[in-house]
């Protein structure tokens, strides 16, 4: 496992933040649904071309600003068969254009995303089956999910283990397995204390901006990514805008 083509993805962009794709139907433009459900009708079909169009077109204003696309998997998947030739289609069209992929799976599962038909650069994992779910192809990224931002989430991730919480002993174990890390966090001291625990490990943290994540960068600019699910709905000007306000705060070297 290696998380070092997608540093070196970040480096050449020097913007330490990725594309979330994780639509919403009731924020896609309704014109398009309309045009896909009067071919097809109300069918899952109609759904996930709906679905196909807007990753394409956010993607393509993504392609040569940002580094990565995370693409989450339940919204694809819920429209079946359809939407996960949609999720693999969309992988494959993000790596065309130059984006390093991660699938946001939660899976146990990696080489489900990562090898047969969808063939993604990484998949976020979770982390309490063991050691065995960071297993992936050495040019392959294991992500694993140590918080999420679930509301249920503290109800086991926040329990003590010996002198630190649950998900903090999650994230050093899987760190000395290799495995890259995600939190869903906005709060500096969460990544602070999460460096602390990982000192070596690459962070994708998601519903964090800039300021409250510079403590898991280096002086570099190195070690993180920030996933943004707001710039799926933002034209080029808006994805150019939020690049220079992350500069203003990063300097990737």
């Given at each position: 496992m290696s998380?070092?083509?997608l540093q070196a993805a970040?480096?050449?962009?020097?913007t330490?933040?990725?594309?979330?794709?994780?639509?919403?139907e009731d924020?896609?433009?309704?014109?398009y649904?309309?045009?896909f459900?009067?071919l097809?009708?109300?069918?899952?079909?109609?759904h996930?071309?709906?679905?196909?169009y807007h990753?394409s077109?956010?993607?393509?204003q993504a392609?040569?600003k940002?580094?990565?696309?995370?693409?989450?998997?339940?919204?694809?998947?819920?429209?079946?068969?359809?939407?996960?030739?949609v999720?693999?289609?969309?992988?494959?069209m993000?790596?065309?254009q130059?984006l390093?992929?991660?699938v946001?799976?939660?899976?146990?599962?990696?080489?489900v995303?990562?090898?047969?038909?969808?063939?993604?650069?990484?998949?976020?994992?979770?982390?309490y089956?063991g050691?065995?779910?960071c297993?992936?192809?050495?040019?392959?990224?294991?992500?694993?999910?140590?918080?999420t931002?679930?509301?249920?989430?503290?109800?086991?991730?926040?329990?003590?283990?010996?002198?630190?919480r649950?998900?903090?002993?999650?994230a050093e174990q899987?760190?000395?397995?290799?495995?890259?890390?995600?939190?869903?966090?906005?709060?500096?001291l969460d990544?602070?204390?999460?460096?602390?625990?990982?000192p070596?490990?690459?962070?994708l943290?998601l519903g964090?901006?800039?300021?409250?994540a510079?403590?898991?960068?280096d002086d570099?600019g190195?070690?993180?990514?920030?996933?943004?699910?707001t710039?799926?709905y933002?034209?080029?000007?808006a994805i150019q805008?939020?690049?220079?306000?992350l500069k203003?705060?990063v300097t990737?070297?």
């Amino acid at each position: 496992m290696s998380a070092e083509r997608l540093q070196a993805a970040i480096r050449r962009t020097k913007t330490p933040v990725a594309l979330v794709l994780d639509p919403r139907e009731d924020r896609l433009e309704k014109k398009y649904l309309k045009n896909f459900t009067d071919l097809y009708g109300d069918c899952p079909m109609a759904h996930a071309e709906a679905l196909r169009y807007h990753g394409s077109q956010s993607i393509s204003q993504a392609a040569g600003k940002l580094p990565a696309v995370m693409l989450r998997a339940e919204p694809y998947l819920r429209q079946g068969f359809m939407g996960m030739d949609v999720l693999s289609n969309l992988v494959n069209m993000a790596k065309n254009q130059g984006l390093y992929t991660i699938v946001d799976a939660r899976t146990s599962a990696p080489e489900v995303y990562t090898a047969g038909g969808i063939h993604a650069d990484g998949v976020t994992v979770t982390p309490y089956p063991g050691s065995d779910v960071c297993r992936a192809a050495e040019d392959k990224s294991v992500f694993a999910a140590v918080r999420t931002g679930n509301p249920s989430a503290p109800e086991i991730q926040s329990l003590m283990s010996g002198d630190r919480r649950l998900y903090l002993a999650a994230a050093e174990q899987m760190a000395r397995h290799g495995a890259a890390l995600m939190a869903e966090t906005g709060y500096s001291l969460d990544v602070k204390e999460l460096r602390a625990r990982a000192p070596r490990a690459f962070l994708l943290l998601l519903g964090c901006d800039g300021e409250n994540a510079l403590p898991a960068f280096d002086d570099y600019g190195r070690g993180a990514l920030l996933g943004d699910d707001t710039l799926q709905y933002a034209d080029a000007d808006a994805i150019q805008a939020a690049v220079r306000q992350l500069k203003q705060l990063v300097t990737v070297l």
